[in-house]
Structure formats: C-alpha cells, structure tokens
C-alpha cells in the first residue's frame, strides 16, 4: 500500500492515534490530526510527542477547508462512525479506515485474530503464549491494549500476529483477513455505541468477512447466535463446547477437555485439575485458544505444556492478597454484566462483591439473578451505582452500600469480611468517567488492597 506524499488524517489522538501517525509519518504521508475533546491539552500533548510538531492539528471541531483536503482518514476505535467529524468526512468522500485496518494494509505476516463479548485478552494472550513455542517470532496485538500500527513493520512472511480484535476495529473493516478467526461469544455490551444488538452483532460476525474457504473460524457451539451464524459461512468452522461431546471441535466432558473429528479417534486434550485457570468461562477460552492455535499449526504437545503453565491476565479474577483470611480478587476487565457473571460464578465463598461504573445502556437484572446466595454484600460505585440498586431490589437482594470511591468501598469490605470470605472487584461495568481505563481501575484496586493494614 503506498501513501507516500498523501494527506491523511489521523482522528482520535489516544494510543492507537498515536501509533498509527507514527507509522503514516514514516510511510511518507502528510499527516493532519484531530481530537474531537475540546478539552484536550495541545502544548503538553505536543511537548510528549515532539515527532508530530510539524503536523497540523485541530481541536474540537473539524473545519470543511480541512475535510476536503483529506485523501484518507484513520479513526481510532474509541470515536463512533456517527460523530459529526466522521459524518463530515464520509459526506465529503474521503475513505475512513480504522487503525487496525490500517495496519493490516501493511502485514507481511499470517494472522489470527479473536474476538467475542468476554474472554478475548486471555485467549489472545493464550494463543499468542503457544504460538510462541512454534514459530520464531510471533506479535500480539490490538485491542489487547497494544496498537497494531505499533508492531506492523516488524512483520514479515515468516511472522505469525495474534490480534485481539474489538467491535469497534471491527466496524471500519475493509480487507482484514485472518488466517483463522474466532468469536467467542457474543452477549449486550456496547449499545450504547452501537445503538441496537443487531448492529453488535453485524460487527462481531465481520471478523469472517474476507476469509475464505481456506481458512478456519472457531465458534462457540453454546451461544445460539454464533451456532445459527456457522451456518451462513463458506469458511471451515471449528466448535467447542463447554456442555456437550461434539461428533467434530473441542469439548469439556466432565472435567477432561477432549479433541475430536470425524474420521479420527477422540483425543484427550487436557483435565481441567491442571490448568491454573479457574471456572467455565475459562475453560471456554482454553477451547476456543486451543482450537486456534492447532489450526494455526501448534502440535497438541506444546499446546498441552503451555496450558499447563499459563495463570491468566492481569484483571481478570486476579488474586490480589489473603489478608486475615479474606481473598481479595481484581476482576476489573469485567466491563458488562456477562463478565461478571462469569467473575461471580468462579467465587467458592461467600463474597462481597463491588461493582458499577460507566453506564453502556446495558441491563444488570440476570447479573443480580446470578448471586445465588454466594453475594454477602453489594458495594456500588460509579454512575451506574443507583441504577444498579435499583435492579438489585427488585430482585430481592437489599445488602447494599452505595460508595461514593473505589477507596471507599474497599475499606468497607475491609470492615464487613469475615476470615473464609472473599472480595471481588467485578463491576459490570466500564471504567470511564472515573478512571481512564478498566487497567488502572485494577491497578488501583490493588493499590487500596495492599494498603490496607495487617
């Protein structure tokens, strides 16, 4: 792809925004950028990132002169197609493209890319830990919180890039096409940016949209929609289940997760006993991590020592501290109620358990629904915090604190745990508003818990 001597714009000036003005500027293009918060702070920003001092920069507001000159623009994934700066440029004629697309244009190298509601930072991580045995050189990137753009030059015919892929990267798709693809699940989050669940959905299934007969597509057999979408494919469908023996996919049977196919023996992948990750939800994502990994050539052996040797992400039901008996988990990725029902539902212990955050227009009534006793305590924070009150309710569970700090409702569970309970911070929520993003509510998370006193 040659851009050299092209005006394009790079919108959106976060870490993605960043990354790919970075790679458009050594390309040769002439770059333009564009921040549509009026509060943005030019001089600091110009002073950290002094390789765009020569770049005409507009904040705010895009004006008209500046739209018609453009001859692309690059959009970073956290700004909706539906702005007036988008609207603009797409009005004016000017091809959008997201960051991941853009660096797609420049891969050398095979993909394999994941998506799905939850569970896409642990399996990408997965695959990305089991590709690293079979090949000499393997990237993870994407949505995995490093930008694409930031690693695409490095790549070469020989490399193997493992992305994790959100729905919005997956909204300006235009020529992605992963060697092989997987969608985990797909459950409401979102809406708020996508407007209805069809839309959700759309995005999520374009993960497929440029692969071919050649390639391959993990689903989960258990979520309705994805079974009904492998029918409409033309790609090789690979399944697992985490409920049922499948005739051809991967499955958990009682506590052994088995390989099958239709004209050779069943073969024994691995028993749940010896993985460090704990709950359904992750030996979903051990599936679904497997299943891509083998087709993207792993022998069974090295996926079976890796697996055996992986303890998760950070955030995601991390153990943070046992603190007079009191285990204290960091669940701070869960960012929608499905997460946290999966975040809930890995507790063996009577749990206090805080939550809220950002308000996406989800609902939160089958998270309540999934406490089942297991939840001593309710601690809510954030914008959602009287929203979330209210559904618990009407639901009959009444133990609940409304906080005004995540500092706050630490220390509360601080005083309420008994020894034998645990703390979960699983909020159903996103991290915006009050926290730049779910890792430094994590992070902050167990900053508070470390200082609370012996």
Request: hydrophobic share 40%.
């Amino acid at each position: 792809m040659d851009l050299t001597g092209k005006q394009v714009l790079v919108a959106g000036l976060g870490k993605s925004g960043i990354a790919a003005g970075a790679l458009l500027k050594k390309m040769g293009c002439m770059v333009c950028l564009f921040d549509g918060n009026e509060k943005f702070d030019r001089s600091a920003w110009e002073k950290t990132y002094p390789v765009f001092s020569d770049c005409p920069l507009w904040i705010g507001e895009l004006p008209d002169a500046a739209v018609q000159a453009m001859e692309l623009a690059v959009v970073s994934p956290g700004i909706p197609l539906d702005t007036p700066a988008i609207l603009k440029l797409q009005a004016a004629g000017v091809p959008v493209v997201g960051e991941a697309e853009l660096a797609y244009r420049f891969e050398k190298g095979r993909v394999a890319a994941i998506t799905g509601t939850n569970g896409k930072t642990t399996t990408t991580t997965l695959v990305g830990e089991i590709l690293k045995k079979c090949y000499p050189e393997v990237f993870v990137a994407g949505n995995i919180g490093i930008p694409y753009t930031s690693i695409v030059e490095k790549t070469t015919e020989q490399t193997v890039t493992v992305t994790e892929i959100s729905s919005f990267q997956l909204e300006t798709m235009e020529t992605f096409h992963p060697s092989v693809s997987a969608i985990l699940n797909i459950t409401p989050d979102h809406l708020d940016r996508h407007h209805t669940m069809e839309a959700y959905i759309r995005a999520k299934e374009g993960i497929t949209k440029c692969q071919t007969k050649e390639d391959t597509c993990v689903l989960n057999y258990e979520d309705e929609i994805l079974r009904k979408f492998a029918e409409t494919l033309k790609v090789n469908v690979l399944f697992f289940s985490s409920k049922r023996p499948l005739e051809e996919g991967i499955y958990l049977q009682e506590n052994t997760i088995w390989i099958a196919g239709k004209e050779t023996e069943r073969q024994r992948l691995i028993d749940v006993g010896e993985l460090k990750l704990l709950g359904i939800h992750n030996y979903e994502n051990v599936m679904a991590a497997s299943g891509t990994a083998l087709c993207m050539g792993a022998p069974i052996d090295v996926v079976q020592r890796v697996l055996k040797e992986f303890w998760g992400v950070k955030h995601r039901i991390e153990f943070v501290r046992d603190l007079h008996g009191v285990l204290y988990y960091n669940d701070s990725k869960a960012t929608n109620p499905d997460a946290a029902i999966r975040g809930i539902g890995s507790m063996n212990r009577k749990t206090l358990l805080i939550g809220g955050g950002y308000d996406k227009n989800l609902e939160f009534d089958a998270w309540i629904e999934s406490f089942d006793g297991k939840v001593k305590c309710l601690l809510l924070i954030g914008q959602t915090k009287d929203k979330i009150a209210v559904c618990a309710r009407k639901h009959g569970f009444e133990n609940i604190v409304c906080c005004d700090t995540l500092n706050e409702a630490v220390n509360i569970c601080y005083r309420l745990a008994k020894p034998g309970e645990a703390v979960l911070l699983s909020p159903a929520c996103a991290s915006w508003g009050d926290f730049k993003d779910y890792t430094q509510r994590g992070e902050l998370f167990r900053q508070y818990v470390m200082e609370l006193p012996e």
